[in-house]
């Protein structure tokens, strides 16, 4: 990836990568045009052939579009890093199509003035039930924190680097870019945002959870993915390359006890596909109505 020379204008930029989700990303896009605080600029980078039509928004919106892609090869880091290069603004706010951020949200990233090279988690809040109609925030008060992950009172710097999650998150555009932005090797399901956080760990990058919240909204989901099977071993195997640690343990020893790949955390050598999942497994592994992965 490139660094981006072009000086970046204080202010927000939000990035949002999305492939389908129309219902989804409508509700996003509600959520930030009821914040407190409207962002500088949405750059939504949609993945597929054709651009998606939305209604109109009190928002300074562009739209990009990356065509080509495969439905279990999404090029999320690609995706996002395409978002970036288009951002004008210093501070970068990549955001999932599936979470409404909370009226505060960037209110809240704007309130942060740290210097400080950090990245910085938002809050993801779990809706049991999809979201119809008008946006009410009255509704979401029976969203749930993932009860895998900590429970905190305030904006708090953790050491474990495995708690980042790219569905809400920000930092500095020229910290992004200082980076490398995300490994365009990684396409398919996951380990971009891994490999994101393992480069802050290694570039004395501090990493803070904060309480600004997004609702997550539920959409079906497999318990493990195993649609994308390929591309987690290709993506775990890319990762243990660089790192020498393997990352998505649970998928993997899933994966391990179903007969499909021979793995165990202590191995160096790259992981191999010994089966593809049969049909049965597939109908099992299909989730409808949970809000958790």
Known sequence: ?????CYSMEGVSVIIAFCGRRKHLINTLKGLE???LLPDEVILIEMGDTQTELPEFNLDIKCNL????????LPMARARNAG????QFETLVFLDVDCIPAEDFIEGIKALQSTERAIYMGLPMYLNNAVDGPLSYEDFKESQEHPKRPSFGKMCKTDDYGLFWSL???MNSTLFFELGGF???YTGYGIEDTDLAWKCKHSNV????TRLKVYHQPHAFQRPPLSNLDSIVKNCNHFFAKWKHWPAEKHLSRFTEMGLIKWDKHQYEPIEIVKLPSSEMYDSALVLNEPFA
């Not at 970036?84 to 951002?87: C, G, W």
């Not at 501090?206 to 959870?209: E, G, K, Q, T």
């Open 34 to 36: 009821q914040g407190h």
């Open 84 to 87: 970036a290069m288009l951002s």
């Open 168 to 170: 809400c998150f920000f």
């Open 1 to 5: 990836m490139n660094l981006k020379t």
């Open 183 to 185: 490994d365009e090797t």
């Open 206 to 209: 501090s990493f803070y959870l």
């Open 66 to 73: 990356i065509s080509g892609t495969k439905s279990n090869y």
